[in-house]
T-cell receptor
Framework: QKEVEQNSGPLSVPEGAIASLNCTYSDRGSQSFFWYRQYSGKSPELIMSIYSNGDKEDGRFTAQLNKASQYVSLLIRDSQPSDSATYLCAAGTGGYNKLIFGAGTRLAVHP | GAVVSQHPSWVICKSGTSVKIECRSLDFQATTMFWYRQFPKQSLMLMATSNEGSKATYEQGVEKDKFLINHASLTLSTLTVTSAHPEDSSFYIC???????????FGQGTRLTVV
C-alpha cells in the first residue's frame, strides 16, 4: 500500500513566523511531489511541485525533497493569517498526475 | 493554469437514487482524469482513473458497479453514484492534466448529500 504520511496538526504559528510542514512517503518509485493548500469546503490549490532532490523556492514558499530519506517539506516564510488552511502533501505515482495524498496538516497563523 | 470544471457543485438526493457528476477540461484535452473522494476532516482518497475510450481503473476497495465512470470524450468524464446511500455522502473531486506527466488541476468539487 503506497502511503503518504503527514502530521495532522494543528500547527499554530504567529504571524510573520516560518511555518514548517513535513511529509514522508513510502513508494520509492514516486518521482513527483506536490504541496496543495485546501480551504474548508474547497478544492485543493497547487502551491508547489518538486521533482529533484534539494530546494525549490517560489516567493514565500520553499519545498525541499530528499529522496534517500523519502521526505518532503514545505516552508512558509512570513506567515500570514490568510495562510491558515490545510496543507496536503501528495506523491505522484504511475505518472505525475495520479496522486496519493497525505492526511493533511492544519496550519493556523494567529495575528 | 488549466481549467477543470465540475458540475454540480452540490447535490442532495434521496437514498436509493443515482447521481451523475460531470468533470470537464475547459481549455485542454485530457485522455486521463482522476476521481477522488474526501470525507470530512480526511484527505483525498483516489477512487479511480478515468481513461478516454476505455474502461476506468478502480482503486482497491472501490466498487466499480456502484461508481460508474464514463469518459466518452477528451474533455468530459462522468461519475455516477448508483443507488446512493447516506454513507456515500462526501466531497467528490476530479482532476486532469493538459499534458501527460504534468501537474494535475482540480475541479471545484461536488458536495453530495444523500438523505
Amino acid at each position: 500500500q503506497k502511503e503518504v504520511e503527514q502530521n495532522s496538526g494543528p500547527l499554530s504559528v504567529p504571524e510573520g513566523a516560518i511555518a514548517s510542514l513535513n511529509c514522508t512517503y513510502s513508494d520509492r518509485g514516486s518521482q513527483s511531489f506536490f504541496w496543495y493548500r485546501q480551504y474548508s469546503g474547497k478544492s485543493p490549490e497547487l502551491i508547489m511541485s518538486i521533482y529533484s532532490n534539494g530546494d525549490k523556492e517560489d516567493g514565500r514558499f520553499t519545498a525541499q525533497l530528499n529522496k534517500a530519506s523519502q521526505y518532503v517539506s514545505l516552508l512558509i516564510r512570513d506567515s500570514q493569517p490568510s495562510d491558515s488552511a490545510t496543507y496536503l502533501c501528495a506523491a505522484g505515482t504511475g505518472g505525475y498526475n495520479k496522486l496519493i495524498f497525505g492526511a493533511g496538516t492544519r496550519l493556523a497563523v494567529h495575528p | 493554469g488549466a481549467v477543470v470544471s465540475q458540475h454540480p457543485s452540490w447535490v442532495i438526493c434521496k437514498s436509493g437514487t443515482s447521481v451523475k457528476i460531470e468533470c470537464r477540461s475547459l481549455d485542454f484535452q485530457a485522455t486521463t482524469m482522476f476521481w477522488y473522494r474526501q470525507f470530512p476532516k480526511q484527505s483525498l482518497m483516489l477512487m479511480a482513473t478515468s481513461n478516454e475510450g476505455s474502461k476506468a481503473t478502480y482503486e482497491q476497495g472501490v466498487e466499480k458497479d456502484k461508481f460508474l465512470i464514463n469518459h466518452a470524450s477528451l474533455t468530459l468524464s462522468t461519475l455516477t453514484v448508483t443507488s446512493a446511500h447516506p454513507e456515500d455522502s462526501s466531497f467528490y473531486i476530479c482532476s486532469a492534466s493538459p499534458i501527460e506527466n504534468t501537474e494535475a488541476f482540480f475541479g471545484q468539487g461536488t458536495r453530495l448529500t444523500v438523505v
